[in-house]
């Protein structure tokens, strides 16, 4: 089956594509990098092995009662989270606008009270919220990598801040052969304890952190 776009925008020249093929949804920002997917019968099961790895974490940390995502995307990881906790509240943090209609429409991201979408860049919100958090998930990307000031050590530090005592912060970023060492170092600088979920020699890095 031929893909059909059945949804296109844009925000500041990035070509924004809702893509349906055969059963599947995806989401593209106008290339052939697939930044979310959902099956149409089953659209709250974690089709994306990344995403599934980040949302692992859970099964640790039964008890979770706030979730802040950074970088909404489709609204996979919210919407997951949603249904398995029904006493869960998530806040997203978006840039992109047009992201929050997106979910909502054509991924079936709830509207609900316990889900609340901020449109704001990831460092102002953390640099001002006094919210604490039991899971962060930093899922933020500019082209393939996290942008830079969300890979600073002024970023990490304030995530610490609004940690639970026994918090975790999840990252997802894109590595190479040649990036890998110098991204493991300062994380196990920012963080008391590191656990590398997926760590391929390039692609999706996922790491489990701990507060320090």
């Not at 052939?32 to 089709?47: A, C, G, H, M, Y």
């Not at 979770?64 to 919407?79: D, E, N, Q």
């Not at 830079?148 to 801040?161: A, I, P, Q």
Request: aromatic share 12%; charged share 30%.
């Amino acid at each position: 089956m031929e893909e059909k776009i059945i949804y296109e925008t844009e925000y500041e020249n990035i070509k924004i594509q809702v893509i349906d093929k055969k059963y599947v949804r995806h989401l593209r920002f106008g290339n052939s990098i697939r930044q979310s997917s959902i099956k149409l019968k089953s659209p709250f099961r974690l089709q994306t092995k990344y995403i599934r790895d980040m949302v692992s974490i859970v099964d640790k940390k039964p008890n979770i009662k706030r979730v802040l995502a950074l970088g909404l995307g489709a609204g996979t990881i919210p919407s997951h989270l949603f249904h398995r906790f029904p006493e869960l509240q998530i806040d997203v943090v978006e840039l992109i606008p047009e992201l929050k209609q997106i979910s909502h429409e054509y991924f079936f991201l709830p509207k609900h009270e316990r889900v609340s979408i901020i449109i704001e860049d990831a460092l102002e919100y953390v640099m001002k919220t006094d919210i604490k958090y039991d899971l962060i998930f930093i899922d933020v990307f500019n082209d393939f990598q996290i942008p830079r000031h969300l890979r600073s050590n002024k970023f990490y530090y304030r995530l610490n801040d609004i940690l639970d005592k026994n918090g975790h912060a999840v990252f997802n970023t894109w590595i190479s052969e040649s990036s890998y060492q110098k991204y493991l170092k300062q994380l196990k600088n920012n963080f008391n304890k590191i656990e590398e979920v997926s760590a391929p020699k390039a692609g999706n890095h996922i790491a489990f952190c701990s507060k320090k």
